[in-house]
């Protein structure tokens, strides 16, 4: 009893880690700063974030990048770090951890994160991917559903799957997340204002007045920008721009769907239609965006209960149901 349950979810983002009886105890950048060498690590996680933003000669490292690229040997100095967070100087009880991963990883790249929480301090470490975890997370009985989809949407990527009595029946992977979102607002208004955004304000402009279908009342939001000499002032953005700027990328999560919808037998394509699809992760906090899939895809759509949060909770709730994944799962003890 005194060993401790741990699910982390390692995002290109956010960090999130999920402590049996606890609840999810840490939601924090996904950064390192090093020194410039990046030989020593200096701080991790919020800490990190606010050295860097002092400036002077550090350096800044994500163990996750652009969606699905990891530094393994970053990834396990991070791990290491949170593990030491959660369960303190006393190491005689070493915890239970189970990581997500990307649904695409290799069996040699999900072996070295393996063994990578082994040598973080945990006692037994399992891998679970990420729609797997993100289906229980958002309490889905993956072990009974006669088929359901899940689209979780994070910063790098968005992983699709079906799933089925406790298997991931397809899947597909696409690099547009949420920061795609923010990268195709800050084109469309630099080529339609000639003016750059500051950093920060696209994802600030997204969630305050982004919407994945036209909005039905227009709505304004004053943000920081830069001219092409670098002068600074406001500029005047309205929803409609906001959303017409991310359609591309909300057609390429319309298609993706479609795609695994595609890759199912028939028979099972019926059990999904009717259950249709469950969206996490946070990209699943954009307005509309349930909607939107819901006319594209023509099945029925809904946000999970706390989004941001399915993966990691999944994570750590899978420890407890490891005879529900047990099936092609990876783990060392």
């Known amino acids: 009893m005194l060993t401790k349950k741990i699910g982390i979810d390692l995002g290109t983002s956010t960090v999130l880690v999920y402590v049996k009886g606890e609840g999810v105890v840490l939601n924090e950048p996904a950064l390192m700063a090093t020194d410039e060498k990046g030989t020593r690590v200096l701080a991790v996680g919020r800490a990190a974030s606010e050295l860097l933003g002092r400036g002077?000669?550090?350096?800044?490292?994500?163990?996750?990048r652009d969606g699905d690229g990891v530094d393994?040997?970053?990834?396990?100095?991070?791990?290491?770090?949170?593990?030491?967070?959660?369960?303190g100087r006393q190491r005689l009880f070493r915890p239970d951890v189970m990581l997500s991963v990307a649904p695409m990883v290799t069996g040699v790249?999900?072996?070295?994160?393996?063994?990578?929480?082994m040598q973080a301090g945990a006692k037994t470490a399992y891998l679970i991917d990420k729609p797997m975890a993100a289906a229980i997370g958002a309490r889905i009985s993956v072990a009974t559903t006669d088929g359901v989809l899940i689209v979780n949407l994070g910063?790098?990527?968005?992983?699709?799957?079906?799933?089925?009595?406790?298997e991931m029946l397809a899947i597909d992977s696409i690099r547009t997340g949420g920061d795609a979102l923010d990268r195709a607002i800050e084109v469309a208004l630099n080529g339609a204002h000639g003016r750059r955004l500051d950093a920060g304000e696209a994802e600030r402009l997204k969630l305050a007045i982004g919407s994945a279908t036209p909005p039905a009342n227009e709505s304004w939001l004053e943000v920081a920008v830069a001219d092409s000499n670098g002068t600074n002032g406001p500029l005047r953005v309205s929803s409609r721009?906001?959303?017409?700027?991310?359609?591309?990328q909300l057609a390429a999560i319309a298609a993706s769907l479609q795609r695994v919808l595609a890759q199912v037998s028939e028979g099972r394509r019926?059990?999904?239609?009717?259950?249709?699809?469950?969206?996490?992760?946070?990209?699943?906090?954009?307005?509309?965006?349930?909607?939107?899939?819901t006319a594209r895809v023509g099945i029925p759509v809904r946000v999970a209960r706390d989004p941001q949060s399915c993966v990691a909770v999944?994570?750590?709730?899978?420890?407890?149901?490891?005879?529900?994944?047990?099936?092609?799962?990876?783990?060392?003890?």
Request: glycine fraction near 14%; avoid cysteine; charged fraction near 15%.
């Open 56 to 64: 002077g000669k550090t350096r800044a490292v994500r163990p996750v």
């Open 72 to 87: 393994y040997g970053t990834a396990g100095v991070m791990v290491q770090h949170l593990i030491g967070r959660i369960i």
């Open 109 to 117: 790249e999900r072996r070295t994160v393996l063994e990578a929480t």
């Open 155 to 166: 910063a790098g990527s968005t992983d699709v799957a079906a799933i089925a009595h406790g």
């Open 241 to 248: 721009e906001v959303s017409q700027a991310i359609q591309a």
């Open 270 to 293: 019926v059990s999904l239609n009717r259950n249709g699809a469950v969206l996490t992760g946070g990209g699943a906090q954009l307005r509309g965006i349930a909607e939107y899939l």
């Open 314 to 333: 999944g994570t750590g709730m899978a420890l407890d149901n490891l005879q529900v994944i047990r099936r092609g799962q990876h783990y060392i003890t």
